[in-house]
């Protein structure tokens, strides 16, 4: 006969096994849902990123703007029926002018904004500004692009612009240039350059 | 009926809190708010006007900058100016601080940059003050002063607001030639 203290005692051991095993059951179980789980989420980050990279820059909008905030032509791939181009036009002028004030005594320009996935990359010329909204990983390679389009505008429509009547009339072709870079028929190497808003004069 | 579309710029100017923003409010949207809310910087509203010259039907859409009363804002302030064709002064009937702004530091600022272009007097808040007649006088002067139509008006009550600013679309047209003398001579008043 065993005694009730050894037995006690086995029963105790018996148990202790058995915790332990679950226990042990539960975090390998654990680290290996762990690991499955971390792998699966690198995964889809490498497969968004490469994605991405591979997604091509791409204009939605393009406001050409008048120094003085006035909408010039505005091009859009889609309607956003809420939003009045002509009042986002002058808002972004005066954000740009509040932005130089607040940080008067900085040497530079506010030439991007972000917002969500989207970015509005903002060239200034010498009489317009040319601001389109990005959508894609690397909106900078369109800088070049827009420089050489505004650098054609204004070198073609110099007398119109510095002297604007508040009419399209005098700037016909505004349109084929401005939808030539929608179309991506800017794209190579710069053949203007354009200094931002140092040759401004108002 | 031959028709046509302008566009143009318009800035209201004056002190902090005179009621630039309420005008524009009670102007565009018919409303009114108690609450005082600082403009940052700038802001655009548009309002699509319609005046009949005679025979000729004039669309006007009127950009309005609203722009913060702060004064300092150089950059922000030159760029509102900046092809400003109409320049709405504001002033606080209750505060006469805000008269002498105007007289002193608004309009010698639009006038450096824009040189002479078409201006209304708005002395605003008029149904806070205790003399209708001496508010009257007041705006009168300053009007004179500037060789301009003045009005006393309240963003509150929506006295003389619409009126002020059709005052100031009229006189853009005029100014930018857009109306002949003879349309003007025989000009209706504004359709809306």
Redesign the interface.
């Known amino acids: 006969m065993v005694s009730p203290e050894v037995a006690e005692a086995a029963l105790v051991a018996v148990v202790g096994i058995i915790l332990f095993e679950g226990l042990f059951l539960g975090y390998v179980t654990y680290r290996i849902y762990r690991g499955a789980q971390l792998e699966q989420e690198a995964k889809a980050a490498r497969a968004k990123a490469e994605a991405e990279a591979e997604r091509p820059t791409l204009i939605e909008d393009v406001f050409l703007l008048h120094r003085s905030g006035l909408l010039l032509k505005h091009y859009t791939r889609r309607l956003r029926p809420n939003v009045d181009s002509d009042v986002l036009s002058g808002m972004l002028v005066a954000v740009q002018d509040f932005i130089k004030d607040s940080f008067r005594g900085e040497r530079g320009h506010l030439n991007e904004i972000r917002f969500g996935e989207i970015r509005i990359v903002v060239l200034e010329g010498k009489w317009t500004i040319l601001a389109a909204v990005v959508r894609g990983t690397s909106p900078y390679n369109i800088q070049p692009e827009m420089a050489t389009a505004l650098g054609e505008l204004e070198s073609k429509y110099e007398d119109p612009l510095a002297d604007w009547d508040g009419t399209m009339e005098q700037m016909a072709d505004v349109e084929t240039i401005m939808s030539g870079l929608v179309e991506g028929r800017y794209h190579g190497p710069p053949s203007i350059t354009l200094k931002p808003a140092t040759v401004v004069t108002r | 009926m031959p028709r046509s579309f302008?566009?143009?710029?318009i800035v209201l100017l004056g002190d902090a809190s005179v009621g630039k923003t309420s005008l524009i409010r009670r102007f565009v949207l018919d409303r009114f708010s108690d609450e005082y809310i600082v403009t940052?910087?700038?802001?655009?509203?548009?309002k699509d006007l319609r005046f009949e010259f005679g025979p000729r039907v004039v669309d006007l859409?009127l950009?309005i900058?609203d722009v913060l009363g702060q004064k300092g804002?150089?950059?922000?302030h030159?760029?509102?100016f900046?092809?400003?064709k109409g320049v709405l002064l504001v002033h606080d009937l209750t505060r006469p601080e805000t008269r002498e702004s105007l007289e002193n530091y608004w309009m010698d600022r639009v006038r450096a940059?824009n040189g002479p272009i078409p201006g209304v007097i708005v002395g605003n808040k008029v149904d806070l003050v205790p003399s209708r007649t001496e508010a009257q006088e007041e705006v009168d002067a300053v009007a004179r002063r500037f060789g301009t139509r003045g009005f006393l008006s309240s963003a509150k009550t929506g006295e003389n607001v619409q009126e002020a600013f059709m005052t100031l679309g009229r006189a853009v047209l005029e100014a930018?030639g857009i109306v002949d003398e003879a349309a003007r001579a025989s000009a209706t008043r504004p359709a809306r």
């Open positions: 302008v566009k143009r710029k940052l910087g700038a802001k655009v509203t548009k859409s950009l900058w804002y150089k950059s922000l030159e760029g509102a900046f092809e400003a940059i930018s």
